[in-house]
């Protein structure tokens, strides 16, 4: 055994050597990582194209190598234009984009230097990957299946490369109300109906020639329109039919634009086919002479965007005819600024159509909001508006009954210069530009304000006149009448002949008016006071004391009020005069002027009227117990009747006249106030026995006058006629 031993070790040695180198060998080749390579016992290297997790080798068996993508930044590959880089594991290659290929015909190269990409026009292959009833549309790296002129795209069908599928436009519908059968109308809708039947998409032009003619022609034939009671429903399917018929016609014209003239109407349209690329952001003007449209592209564009995009516009002078003096409908904005500028209510009395009607049609047909608003130029005969007189843009707008009336929603007047009116609006209709004539105030309460007050200038003239000339009803109670009325007088002149006022400005005339004004019904109420105090002194203290003076009453009547006006002219002379008539301006509570002491001389003679009415009632008691209660209610409410119209309680109706639309109350007040001198007429004079005595007197000297002149003049006429008899029998 011992001698065994070195050859036996020797032997394990060199086993165990071998086995050693072996191990080495197999260890490496197991745990590289795939896509690498085995660089000693101890380590890894990446192939080209990848890279480790970390570090530069591989030492971990934990380890992997990653692909690189080099199609991606910040080791971007550049291929060059038209061209994009496609990655692949362990290395990449460029290729060009869709609809472009390489000169060569190839499909891949290597970088920038070997890029040769062109387009490929793919409406010159066969068969054409567009259907029959479209075109093709060659674009860089691409194409469009477009429809054809005088074709739109099929309802239901997809707008694609190779699925566009189109159908041929037709004019639409025309449906007339069988209820016009004038014999112009009947002529015009056959016409149509014609036109219609025949139409082909190669003389679109021809076509819409003869429908501007067919307008034309009915609407020259006015005669009768005279009578037609239908006029507006006439307008409002004239207008709605023409715009269907022109956006159909103006999808099938041949070039980007059309115009033409007749000797009243003016048409011009805009078209942007589907191969136009414009931004539908840009803004884009129509027009001629009578008017302009200027809007974007994309909100004439339809909402499925099939088709060219269309935009017109037809001016017509002669369709004024057919919907001028037709009604207004103010927007609730436009009415507050009128009520805010002019303090009243404020109704159209009347329009007029100045300018062209115009209507704007477009591709779209959904009009009646717009992504953006449109704007509007329009040209008319000079003419200035008057006071009262406005320029408005409207627009006709149909209504429920199948009629229509002008309409100024969602539109703008921006301004007028050059006799043309530039508008905004949120929607497209017909336009027009129109005179718009306002009244201030209701007609019917104006018309009684005016009577009424004529018809108390006269009364109070009648008074003044008995006061001075009648002698036995001479008395402070007289004065007080007699100045009472003068100021009515005075005060309903003045109002009757300048309250009212033209132009915006308030001139020194108005101003004047309005401090006249004020002084002469703050006088009229300081004597209405004083007639509360002369009837307070009759009836209550009528053994106690005496009334006031003449001079007292005189200083007192006319002294207050010219202090009160003074005072106000001093502190704020602007106040006197409005905008919209002469008199006191309420800004800065400038009207309290007038209605503070007016309040305290209504409650002073409120309160006597009540005292009166008591101090009567007993009164009526104490002289006969036994009048019958119905006759004593009788007098005593005339008698309370006529005590609160001298006394001006019944301007109480006008101190809660807050709000001008409260017609019950304008009426009492306007009509209780204006026919003041006639009350005071009626219970200072004619319920007055007197006076009455005196008017008989009066009447009987005139009666016996002209009796003594008219015998005398017939015993004349006969004395006459006897001396002509007897000359002709002696002869």
């Known amino acids: 055994m011992g001698g065994l031993r070195p ?24 745990w590289c990582p795939p896509n690498s390579t085995c660089i000693n016992a101890t380590a890894c290297r990446c192939n080209p194209g990848f890279l480790p997790v970390f570090g530069e080798f591989i ?17 971007q590959e550049d291929c060059g234009t038209f061209a994009q880089c496609e990655n692949v594991e362990g290395s990449y290659y460029c290729m060009c984009n869709p609809g472009y290929e390489l000169a060569s015909g190839g499909r891949r190269f290597k970088n920038s230097s070997e890029n040769t990409c062109r387009d490929v026009n793919e409406c010159e292959l066969k068969p054409s ?18 429809c054809r002129r005088g074709w739109r795209l099929k309802p239901g069908s997809p707008k694609g490369l190779n699925t566009t ?15 016009f059968n004038h014999q112009s109308l009947t002529h015009f809708f056959n016409n149509v109906h014609t036109l219609r039947r025949d139409f082909k998409p190669n003389s679109t032009n021809k076509s819409i020639q003869k429908l501007i003619t067919f307008m034309d022609e009915l609407l020259t034939d006015t005669k009768y329109m005279e009578g037609l009671d239908q006029r507006y429903q006439i307008a409002t399917q004239l207008l709605s039919g023409l715009e269907q018929m022109l956006r159909a016609l103006a999808q099938t014209l041949p070039g980007p634009s059309f115009t033409y003239r007749s000797q009243d109407t003016e048409l011009s349209v805009l078209v942007r086919r589907e ?14 002479s009578r008017g302009r449209v200027m809007l974007q592209w994309s909100v004439a564009a339809p909402v499925n965007d099939s088709g060219p995009t269309v935009v017109g516009i037809l001016s017509s002078e002669k369709m004024r005819d057919l919907v001028d003096n037709a009604s207004l409908v103010l927007e609730l904005e436009k009415v507050t600024e009128l009520e805010t500028v002019y303090e009243s209510q404020v109704h159209v009395a009347r329009v007029e159509v100045l300018s062209a009607v115009n209507s704007i049609f477009v591709s779209n047909n959904n009009t009646e909001t717009l992504a953006s608003n449109v704007t509007f130029t329009f040209s008319y005969p000079a003419k200035t508006p008057a006071p009262l007189q406005e320029l408005l843009c409207a627009f006709w707008k149909a209504d429920h009954n199948g009629s229509g009336y002008w309409a100024t929603q969602g539109c703008k007047t921006l301004g007028s210069r050059n006799n043309s009116t530039t508008c905004e609006c949120e929607h497209l209709s017909s336009f027009a530009i129109l005179m718009a004539h306002y009244k201030v105030q209701d007609p019917r309460l104006a018309l009684i304000t005016k009577v009424g007050l004529s018809l108390s200038l006269i009364c109070l003239l009648l008074c003044i006149l008995t006061f001075l000339l009648v002698r036995p009803i001479q008395s402070s109670r007289t004065t007080v009448h007699l100045h009472l009325c003068i100021c009515l007088f005075v005060g309903s002149a003045i109002f009757l002949a300048g309250v009212e006022k033209e132009g915006a400005e308030v001139g020194l005339g108005c101003r004047l008016v309005a401090g006249l004004l004020h002084y002469f019904f703050l006088a009229a109420f300081c004597w209405m006071g004083l007639e509360g105090l002369e009837l307070y002194f009759l009836v209550v203290r009528v053994f106690q004391a005496q009334g006031l003076g003449t001079r007292w009453l005189c200083l007192l009547g006319y002294g207050v009020p010219g202090i009160i006006v003074g005072i106000s002219a001093a502190v704020n002379s602007e106040g006197y005069g409005r905008t919209s008539y002469c008199w006191l301006n309420p800004e800065k509570g400038f009207l309290w002027s007038f209605l503070g002491p007016v309040c305290v001389i209504i409650l002073c003679n409120s309160v006597i009227f009540v005292i009166t009415v008591w101090k009567l009632t007993q009164k009526f008691s104490e002289i006969n117990p036994d009048m019958k209660k119905l006759k004593q209610a009788r007098v005593l409410t005339i008698t309370a009747v006529a005590q609160l119209l001298v006394l001006g309680c019944t301007w109480v109706f006008g101190l809660f006249l807050f709000d001008p639309n409260n017609y019950i109350l304008s009426y009492i007040f306007t009509i209780l106030n204006c026919l003041q001198g ?3 007429f ?20 005139v009666t016996r006058s002209k009796y003594s002149e008219f015998t005398s003049t017939s015993a004349s006429s ?14």
């Open 718 to 731: 006969h004395q006459q006629t006897q001396t002509l008899r007897q000359s002709e029998s002696s002869m």
């Open 275 to 288: 191969d136009e690329k414009d931004d539908g952001d840009k803004r884009v003007t129509v027009g001629q």
């Open 165 to 179: 599928d189109c159908e041929e436009i037709g004019l639409p519908s025309w449906t007339w109300s069988s209820e």
């Open 59 to 75: 030492t971990n068996y934990m380890e992997f190598c990653e692909d690189i993508n080099e199609c991606a930044p910040p080791q």
């Open 129 to 146: 990957p567009c259907r029959n009833t479209t075109y093709c549309v060659n674009s860089m790296g691409s194409y469009e299946c477009s």
């Open 678 to 680: 006639l009350f005071l």
């Open 7 to 30: 050859g036996v070790f020797l032997g394990l040695g060199l086993l165990l050597t071998l086995l050693k180198v072996r191990s080495q060998k197999v260890n490496c080749a197991r």
């Open 682 to 701: 009626l219970l200072h004079c004619l319920l007055n026995k007197k006076v009455r005595e005196e008017y008989w007197k009066w009447f009987s000297v």
